[in-house]
T-cell receptor
Framework: RKEVEQDPGPFNVPEGATVAFNCTYS??????FFWYRQDCRKEPKLLMS???SGNEDGRFTAQLNRASQYISLLIRDSKLSDSATYLC???????????FGAGTTVTVRA | DAGVIQSPRHEVTEMGQEVTLRCKPI?????LFWYRQTMMRGLELLIY????????DSGMPEDRFSAKMPNASFSTLKIQPSEPRDSAVYFC?????????????FGPGTRLTVL
């Protein structure tokens, strides 16, 4: 079983729509959780950290469910510029190693 | 401020040749990471350094791969001899000192093709 698993998509949505997707992680002792964004042929960039109580950053909402070991990302009012691959990232130990999911591809169409 | 700098951006080489990838982390960052990304395996951590010292190299695929960090502003990842299965995008990332985990800032990557 992979450490971090994501639905690869693609999720094709119209502008203005809401899209949501999850990832699951295998290690119940995982410490920190993040969503990174990666545009085509570019480097990953931090989108947002995920806190136990859930958190929002503009149109983006992240949730953490420790009991079921999954993380979710919801994008409201999708923009064309939201088209990207979203990487679920988990820190599974008390060090700086991160485990990356394979990514969920989102395409927003006009 | 300059971000993480990697060179070369693209490298095409023939099987059996030595390849050296270079990275300059963000000034003041004391963690440096080398990753490899392929379609099949996604993003994999190869090795990371703290204060120029290798902390975990368990992701290095085999003895053909080696990494060094001679000072706080420079690191290399070397593949010798290279093989076609080494073709991938290699990212370097750095992170500032922190008691807790901190954001990793990625460089633009080196796209390596081994023929």
């Amino acid at each position: 079983r992979k450490e971090v698993e994501q639905d690869p998509g693609p999720f094709n949505v119209p502008e203005g729509a809401t899209v949501a997707f999850n990832c699951t992680y295998s290690n119940s002792a995982s410490q920190s959780f993040f969503w990174y964004r990666q545009d085509c042929r570019k480097e990953p960039k931090l989108l947002m950290s995920v806190y136990s109580s859930g958190n929002e950053d503009g149109r983006f909402t992240a949730q953490l469910n420790r009991a079921s070991q999954y993380i979710s990302l919801l994008i409201r009012d999708s923009k064309l510029s939201d088209s990207a691959t979203y990487l679920c990232v988990v820190n599974m130990s008390h060090d700086y190693k991160l485990s990356f999911g394979a990514g969920t591809t989102v395409t927003v169409r006009a | 401020d300059a971000g993480v700098i990697q060179s070369p951006r693209h490298e095409v080489t023939e099987m059996g040749q030595e390849v050296t990838l270079r990275c300059k982390p963000i000034s003041g960052h004391d963690y440096l990471f080398w990753y490899r990304q392929t379609m099949m395996r996604g993003l994999e951590l190869l090795i990371y350094f703290n204060n120029n010292v290798p902390i975990d190299d368990s992701g290095m695929p085999e003895d053909r791969f080696s990494a060094k960090m001679p000072n706080a502003s420079f690191s290399t990842l070397k593949i010798q001899p290279s093989e076609p299965r080494d073709s991938a995008v290699y990212f370097c990332a750095s992170s500032p000192p922190s008691v807790f985990y901190n954001e990793q800032f990625f460089g633009p990557g080196t796209r390596l093709t081994v023929l």
